[in-house]
């Protein structure tokens, strides 16, 4: 199962190339043309879904029952609205089906467009308990209601996960991340961006031991008693309620903030240099 997903990482690769070029400096454009691509796929209680995309946000619900449901919206822009129409039904869905992988991904237009664009916005849902992979590489990924394992990654965009219970891998290079963790399974918890903010929302029962580390930012704990392990300018380490699932988050220009959901405040904090800690025991913050 993990070399089907090495192999679309290259595919995502090859596909920003005419991504690209679908989306040079020649737009706006005034024409648009639009239609939607569904498919509704049966999976087993330990199956896989896997999506990857190249232009255009991916959305991935859980929901009860045993199928998954893929919305694709194909949208194509063009000069007028007869090269947008034209353009539509080249954009490729491809799709890989077994009975414990549901493979979606947006597939290559041949050739270089020239006075066009187009993007593909996912909307599916998945059961609740299914392996989650979900990528793209201009737009944003929203992942809510999974108890399984989740792995969002993107390029350009933010990533948005909400109501998360199982395993979680977040990562992106330009934009933030927001995540909300409804509980606190046994699989780790990676959060990672460049150029972007963290906004973690945890329950104040949760055990965890998190680790956080920043360079042009600053980390804000709100409502959280957490026992420091260590604490620096650009480092952060603390047990939650004694420690316990490893939750790793990281960014290189933004702030870090934790918290029990209304109580993370919403700024950046990249003006902050070093930890603003309340609530803490074993050390007094700095």
Not at 27 to 38: C, I, L, Q, V
Not at 203 to 225: C, D, I, P, Q, Y
Request: hydrophobic share 35%; aromatic share 4%; proline share 3%.
């Amino acid at each position: 199962m993990q070399r089907s997903f090495g192999v679309l990482s290259a595919v995502v690769v090859a596909a920003s190339v005419s991504a690209f070029a679908a989306c040079g400096p020649m737009g706006p454009y005034r024409g648009e043309a639009r239609d939607t691509w569904s498919r509704t796929y049966p999976l087993s209680k330990t199956g896989e879904v896997s999506i990857t995309n190249v232009n255009g946000r991916v959305e991935i619900e859980g929901v009860d029952g045993s199928n998954v449901e893929v919305q694709a919206e194909r949208i194509a822009r063009g000069a007028t609205d007869q090269l947008a129409q034209d353009l539509l039904p080249k954009i490729p869905i491809k799709e890989h089906t077994t009975p414990d992988l549901v493979q979606v991904e947006t597939g290559r237009i041949s050739g270089i467009l020239i006075g066009a664009s187009f993007e593909v916005r996912y909307h599916v849902k998945a059961p609740k308990g299914a392996t989650v992979r979900a990528s793209t590489v201009n737009g944003g990924l929203d992942v809510r209601s999974l108890s399984g394992r989740v792995s969002a990654r993107t390029t350009n965009g933010g990533i948005n996960a909400r109501d998360i219970s199982g395993g979680l891998e977040a990562r992106t290079v330009n934009g933030g991340l927001r995540v909300d963790l409804s509980s606190i399974g046994g699989h780790d918890i990676t959060l990672a961006t460049v150029n972007g903010g963290v906004r973690l929302n945890l329950r104040e029962s949760a055990k965890a031991t998190l680790n956080a580390t920043w360079v042009n930012g600053g980390f804000n704990s709100h409502g959280m008693k957490f026992e420091i392990r260590d604490s620096g300018k650009r480092h952060f380490e603390g047990l939650l309620n004694g420690g316990g699932t490893p939750i790793n988050v990281t960014t290189v220009n933004g702030g870090i903030n934790v918290g029990t959901g209304s109580d993370a405040k919403d700024e950046d904090d990249s003006d902050s240099d070093g930890p603003k800690l309340k609530g803490l025991k074993g050390h007094d913050a700095p």
